[in-house]
T-cell receptor, first 115, second 112 residues
Framework: SVLLYQKPNRDICQSGTSLKIQCVAD?????MFWYQQFQEQSLMLMAT?????????ESGFTKDKFPISRPNLTFSTLTVNNARPGDSSIYFC????????????FGSGTRLLVI | QQKVQQSPESLIVPEGAMTSLNCTFS??????FAWYRQHSGKAPKALMS????GEKEEGRFTIHLNKASLHFSLHIRDSQPSDSALYLC????????????FGAGTRLKVIA
């Protein structure tokens, strides 16, 4: 399975500022997914990022608030704009080696605290 | 839109017991069904997955799928304290990206 490296592991930022989270895969992957998780509850899919195209956002998540870049097949970034305390959660990137149905792996997660 | 629901929300079992976790889904066209386990403070990790109706066993873990009933389950034989974690079921939505929809999770605690 693909390995995903995520950084930073954790961060604290002031309300109103922006934070960028990076995800690097050890091999080329077609799709990368970004998830949000509050207090080890369910994983909420935020968006799907394919190389060279605009990310596709799920209901409740917008490009203005959470812009995502996918410049190549091994890299993606998620930005949290105008961070608010309600954005405090863990953010995971995820992907799989195959485009079809297969097990997905997750990055180690970025624990964000907005104060 | 695909809905995935898990039961129970939480479960406490004694060491050595059989644990059963349930997951229902709403889209009959779903193709891939998986269980993920997440230990506290860690990333979710794939545990088992299944494509077609029936049963699949790996060690102490067994997954059952009944597409007609829109239901699949995970059974853990001889539960161990190390099995204590959040268990998330996941179902793919066939939109071309094969993205997962996750259930809300079952928090399992195995007590020695």
């Amino acid at each position: 399975s693909v390995l995903l490296y995520q950084k930073p592991n954790r961060d604290i930022c002031q309300s109103g500022t922006s934070l960028k989270i990076q995800c690097v895969a050890d091999s080329q992957v077609v799709s990368m997914f970004w998830y949000q998780q509050f207090q080890e509850q369910s994983l909420m899919l935020m968006a799907t990022a394919n190389e060279g195209s605009e990310a596709t956002y799920e209901s409740g998540f917008t490009k203005d608030k959470f812009p995502i870049s996918r410049p190549n097949l091994t890299f993606s970034t998620l930005t949290v704009n105008n961070a608010r305390p309600g954005d405090s959660s863990i953010y995971f990137c995820s992907s799989s080696r195959d485009r079809g149905n297969s097990d997905y792996t997750f990055g180690s997660g970025t624990r964000l605290l907005v104060i | 839109q695909q809905k995935v629901q898990q039961s129970p929300e939480s479960l406490i079992v004694p060491e050595g017991a059989m644990t059963s976790l349930n997951c229902t889904f709403s889209d009959s066209a779903s193709q891939y069904f998986a269980w993920y386990r997440q230990h506290s403070g860690k990333a979710p990790k794939a545990l088992m997955s299944i494509f077609s109706n029936g049963e699949k066993e790996e060690g102490r873990f067994t997954i059952h799928l009944n597409k007609a009933s829109l239901h699949f389950s995970l059974h853990i034989r001889d539960s161990q304290p190390s099995d204590s974690a959040l268990y998330l079921c996941a179902v793919t939505v066939n939109t071309g990206n094969y993205k997962y929809v996750f259930g809300a999770g079952t928090r399992l605690k195995v007590i020695a």
